[in-house]
């Protein structure tokens, strides 16, 4: 898959470069999330790193100003702004009775006049409370005893859309409502419903140590929770084609629950259920920072089938509904500003979070170099981004020319100038007839020219066409993973005659660093035993020439 390819990062030319890119060598567990081949001598996969994929953000002037767009956030901002010069508040910093219903009126929660509910002014206090949170009010008293808010210094920068002030801002919100929403999901029911009517949670048990101990494993249970599943909207969201980014929240839940490559089983169904409501009211206040898009659970499902005993009803397994049937369960999209927001937190908590376009700021040589050692690349992205704005011919024969050499990763560069002459389209043709007669690049050049419909190209020299087929064979070893079954694809399509004596008695003898790997490879994976065994005794010439 893009964006897991493994590499033999560090490699250096010569009968080593190629040994630990053998399928052999590739039995990893390939987990959601994938991990990088660090250690492939038996190394457990608990200590290797997990690989997130590149994601592409918009500007950050944009982010900024779908950040300014959040309701809630505009809330803060706006309150923060009415307490110019100063305003009065009580010993908490929350505001006084009195300015409450105005407060709503001005956030236009309520009718500017008449009277104002309360859930208005709940929704204000929240605001308020989440621009002291920010520092854009600060809490201070007058030489006369009396509790003041006033404007803080994030605030004018904040209005004005400058994007680093208000994404930093932002972010610090999201990380606030992400640590309640955790911590509202983890409250006992009883204690969630004290809190709600204005106590303490645990007063009437703070002499229970298990009580809090239970407490505190469910608040750690839901915050691993609530991570897993942002990490893999993330990931998907990163994987998804344009317009394909909703996810169905039992698909969600079928991530974290089910092991990839097998189907739920009853008990899994049930498992799948319980995180889908764990998860709802949790992904219900994350949509108000505006991290995502949520439709939540329709709370009339769990009147329509009640289980035996009061039992929840199943929420999944059930017979296939259609798109709005299966709405009703819940569906979640990660926006940019999301996407951006997990990605900080990703990168504080020390993974590597890259973007798309970030190894293309550099020449071809180093563009080329950057994507072949990247653990977590998508490398026709990085290509795409390079090439945009460049003259094809120029970009063409600069890529070219990167691409030469006899290094561990030269086999896969090459393939990577074939892609980008790919995405030139037949603009580049001089760059690829100007390399025609070059032992390294002509084979693929000519290849690439027949494929555009050139009748004009003379047929390689035997020389160069087993070069060739050993050097492309080469770098898809590097670029697959150990993907048997890819390989086994690729392994077909050799040009292998009714007598493979003779063919392979040609191959080991190519002059190429990958000779002895791939015809290894071939030996394991190749089908037809005749076929194998010939290749494993080249390869054993091979190995042995050097």
């Given at each position: 898959?893009?964006?897991?390819?493994?590499?033999?990062?560090?490699?250096?030319p010569?009968?080593?470069?190629?040994?630990?890119?053998?399928p052999?060598?590739?039995?990893?567990?390939?987990?959601?999330?994938?991990?990088?081949?660090?250690?492939?001598?038996?190394?457990?996969?608990?200590?290797?790193?997990?690989?997130?994929?590149?994601?592409?953000?918009?500007?950050?002037?944009?982010?900024?100003?779908?950040?300014?767009?959040?309701?809630?956030?505009?809330?803060?901002?706006?309150?923060?702004?009415?307490?110019a010069?100063?305003?009065?508040?009580?010993?908490?910093?929350?505001?006084?009775?009195?300015?409450?219903?105005?407060?709503?009126?001005?956030?236009?929660?309520a009718?500017?006049?008449?009277?104002?509910?309360?859930?208005?002014?709940?929704?204000?206090?929240?605001?308020?409370?989440?621009a002291?949170?920010?520092?854009?009010?600060?809490?201070?008293?007058?030489?006369?005893?009396?509790?003041?808010?006033?404007?803080?210094?994030?605030?004018?920068?904040?209005?004005?859309?400058?994007?680093?002030?208000?994404?930093?801002?932002?972010?610090?919100a999201?990380?606030?409502?992400?640590?309640?929403?955790?911590?509202?999901?983890?409250l006992?029911?009883?204690?969630?419903?004290?809190?709600?009517?204005?106590?303490?949670?645990?007063?009437?048990?703070?002499?229970?140590?298990d009580?809090?101990?239970?407490?505190?494993?469910?608040?750690?249970?839901?915050?691993?929770?609530?991570?897993?599943?942002?990490?893999v909207?993330?990931?998907?969201?990163?994987?998804?084609?344009?317009?394909?980014e909703t996810?169905?929240?039992?698909?969600?839940?079928?991530?974290?629950?089910?092991?990839?490559?097998?189907?739920?089983?009853?008990?899994?169904?049930?498992?799948?259920?319980?995180?889908?409501?764990?998860?709802?009211?949790?992904?219900?206040?994350?949509?108000?920072?505006?991290?995502?898009?949520?439709?939540?659970?329709?709370?009339?499902?769990?009147?329509?089938?009640?289980?035996?005993?009061?039992?929840?009803?199943?929420?999944?397994?059930?017979?296939?509904l259609?798109?709005?049937?299966?709405?009703?369960?819940?569906?979640?999209?990660?926006?940019?500003?999301g996407?951006?927001?997990?990605?900080?937190?990703?990168?504080?908590?020390?993974?590597?979070?890259?973007?798309?376009?970030?190894?293309?700021?550099?020449?071809?040589?180093?563009?080329?170099?950057?994507?072949?050692?990247?653990?977590?690349?998508?490398?026709?992205?990085?290509?795409?981004?390079?090439?945009t704005?460049?003259?094809?011919?120029?970009a063409?024969?600069?890529?070219?020319?990167?691409?030469?050499?006899?290094?561990?990763y030269?086999?896969?560069?090459?393939?990577?100038?074939?892609?980008?002459?790919?995405?030139?389209?037949?603009?580049?043709?001089?760059?690829?007839?100007?390399?025609?007669?070059?032992?390294?690049?002509?084979?693929?050049?000519?290849?690439?020219?027949?494929?555009?419909?050139?009748?004009?190209?003379?047929?390689?020299e035997?020389?160069?066409?087993?070069?060739?087929?050993?050097?492309?064979?080469?770098?898809?070893?590097?670029?697959?993973?150990?993907?048997?079954?890819?390989?086994?694809?690729?392994?077909?399509?050799?040009?292998?005659?009714?007598?493979?004596?003779?063919?392979?008695?040609e191959?080991?003898?190519?002059?190429?660093?990958?000779?002895?790997?791939?015809?290894?490879?071939?030996?394991?994976?190749?089908?037809?035993?005749?076929?194998?065994?010939?290749?494993?005794?080249?390869?054993?010439?091979?190995?042995?020439?050097?």
């Amino acid at each position: 898959m893009a964006g897991r390819r493994r590499k033999n990062a560090g490699a250096s030319p010569g009968e080593s470069a190629a040994e630990p890119v053998l399928p052999a060598n590739l039995e990893l567990q390939d987990l959601y999330g994938a991990f990088a081949a660090h250690g492939l001598d038996g190394e457990d996969l608990d200590d290797a790193a997990v690989l997130v994929p590149p994601v592409k953000l918009p500007a950050e002037e944009e982010l900024a100003a779908l950040a300014k767009a959040v309701p809630m956030f505009g809330y803060a901002l706006a309150l923060a702004r009415w307490a110019a010069p100063h305003r009065v508040v009580d010993e908490f910093g929350d505001l006084v009775e009195e300015d409450r219903a105005p407060a709503a009126q001005l956030l236009g929660l309520a009718p500017a006049e008449g009277e104002v509910p309360e859930e208005a002014e709940v929704e204000a206090m929240r605001a308020w409370s989440l621009a002291c949170d920010l520092d854009l009010v600060e809490i201070g008293t007058t030489a006369a005893g009396e509790h003041v808010a006033v404007p803080g210094p994030d605030l004018e920068p904040a209005e004005e859309g400058d994007p680093e002030t208000v994404l930093e801002l932002w972010l610090t919100a999201a990380g606030i409502v992400r640590e309640l929403a955790v911590e509202a999901d983890s409250l006992p029911e009883e204690e969630a419903a004290r809190a709600a009517e204005g106590g303490e949670a645990g007063e009437a048990g703070e002499e229970d140590e298990d009580a809090l101990s239970e407490v505190e494993e469910a608040r750690d249970a839901a915050a691993e929770l609530l991570d897993e599943a942002l990490q893999v909207l993330y990931e998907t969201t990163a994987f998804a084609d344009p317009g394909n980014e909703t996810v169905p929240l039992g698909v969600l839940a079928a991530l974290l629950v089910v092991p990839e490559g097998e189907e739920p089983s009853e008990e899994l169904l049930g498992d799948i259920t319980d995180v889908m409501v764990a998860l709802d009211p949790m992904l219900g206040d994350l949509a108000e920072l505006g991290l995502l898009e949520y439709r939540p659970i329709d709370p009339e499902l769990f009147d329509e089938e009640e289980g035996p005993e009061g039992e929840e009803p199943a929420l999944v397994g059930e017979a296939p509904l259609d798109e709005e049937e299966s709405a009703r369960f819940g569906l979640v999209r990660l926006t940019p500003l999301g996407q951006y927001g997990i990605r900080q937190w990703l990168l504080e908590d020390g993974y590597d979070a890259p973007l798309v376009g970030e190894l293309a700021q550099g020449d071809a040589a180093e563009l080329l170099r950057a994507v072949c050692e990247a653990a977590n690349v998508l490398p026709d992205e990085e290509l795409r981004v390079w090439i945009t704005g460049r003259e094809p011919v120029a970009a063409a024969r600069e890529l070219l020319a990167a691409a030469r050499g006899d290094d561990a990763y030269a086999p896969m560069r090459r393939m990577l100038g074939v892609s980008a002459l790919n995405m030139l389209g037949t603009a580049a043709e001089p760059a690829a007839r100007d390399v025609l007669d070059d032992p390294e690049l002509g084979g693929a050049a000519r290849a690439w020219l027949t494929s555009k419909g050139a009748t004009d190209v003379p047929v390689p020299e035997r020389t160069m066409a087993l070069w060739t087929v050993v050097d492309t064979f080469a770098a898809q070893l590097l670029d697959s993973g150990g993907d048997a079954e890819l390989l086994r694809e690729l392994i077909a399509d050799l040009p292998v005659t009714g007598n493979p004596a003779s063919y392979f008695g040609e191959l080991w003898r190519v002059d190429h660093p990958y000779t002895a790997d791939v015809l290894e490879a071939v030996g394991e994976l190749h089908l037809d035993r005749a076929v194998a065994k010939e290749a494993r005794k080249a390869a054993f010439k091979a190995r042995s020439k050097g």
